[in-house]
């Protein structure tokens, strides 16, 4: 059912959470834009003016990883700024309530972990831009020794301890999806009874799994989106809204 305007739209969304015990949340780019985060993949964003550099072309190219580097710097201010909008701080109204487990996100930008979320609780489908990580042994660095290492050499640093690269800790294009966070996600969608699916065109593997897989296990399934999205058939609600507008009302509760 597509919610035929906002207001009763939030109404039965509220019902649906007030009836609810175990509320598995899924987000994407769109809960974060009103953050003046970019949608990487959406028309004018960051990706269809710069061609996302590919996992193996980052290891293979001292040259592919030190504009991957150029770039990761100079989004920093515009991350750096980032604090978490009205979906974010709905979200984790609802997880300090104990309505929600955990929760899965396709974003990289650690604004759920900044709204309360606890780390452990927060699995990250596509990784994380905050920190950067090796490659070969899995140390965590700071971004900040990576651009003094970076500005000292002229050259992407590589990891101190086992000499592999160091990247973002985020899933690259050609890069393994990390299988932790994945059978993790699998298992919370098989026992969740109310599925979020918020700002996300649910078109990408696996995003697009998981609302069909809680929906065969006997969940609701709600989608908010600005944007028709290919499951919205599935929904048992369809919110064509404003995130920030849709869940406001639930900040704080
Ligand atoms: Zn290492």
């Known amino acids: 059912m597509i919610a035929s305007d906002l207001r009763s739209g939030v109404e039965r969304l509220g019902d649906m959470i007030a009836e609810a015990s175990t509320i598995l949340p899924f987000t994407g780019a769109g809960i974060s834009t ?26 293979a190219s001292p040259e592919a990883r030190a504009e991957s580097w150029r770039r990761r710097f100079a989004m920093e201010p515009t991350f750096a700024a980032a604090k978490p909008g009205r979906g974010h701080r709905a979200l984790a109204s609802l997880y300090r309530a104990g309505k929600i487990p ?7 930008d650690n604004l759920h972990q900044a709204s309360g979320f606890a780390p452990e609780h927060v699995i990250e489908l596509h990784g994380n831009t905050t920190y950067a990580r090796c490659i070969g042994c899995g140390r965590d660095y700071d971004l900040a020794w990576v651009r003094r290492s970076f500005e000292a050499a002229g050259e992407a640093p590589d990891c101190t301890d086992c000499d592999e690269p160091v990247k973002t800790a985020t899933v690259s294009f050609g890069q393994a999806m990390p299988e932790d966070a994945m059978r993790r996600a699998t298992e919370l969608a098989q026992h969740c009874d109310l599925f979020l699916a918020i700002g996300s065109s649910l078109v990408v593997w696996p995003a697009a799994g998981f609302p069909q897989l809680a929906r065969n296990c006997g969940a609701r399934l709600v989608i908010i989106n600005n944007e028709p999205t290919d499951q919205d058939d599935l929904a048992d609600l369809v919110i064509r809204h404003d995130i920030g507008e849709t869940l406001g009302p639930f900040v704080g509760n």
């Open 34 to 59: 009103e953050t003046g985060i970019p949608d990487f993949r959406s028309p004018g964003g960051l990706w269809t003016r710069n061609r996302p550099i590919p996992f193996d072309e980052f290891i």
């Open 102 to 108: 955990a929760i899965i996100t396709q974003n990289i």
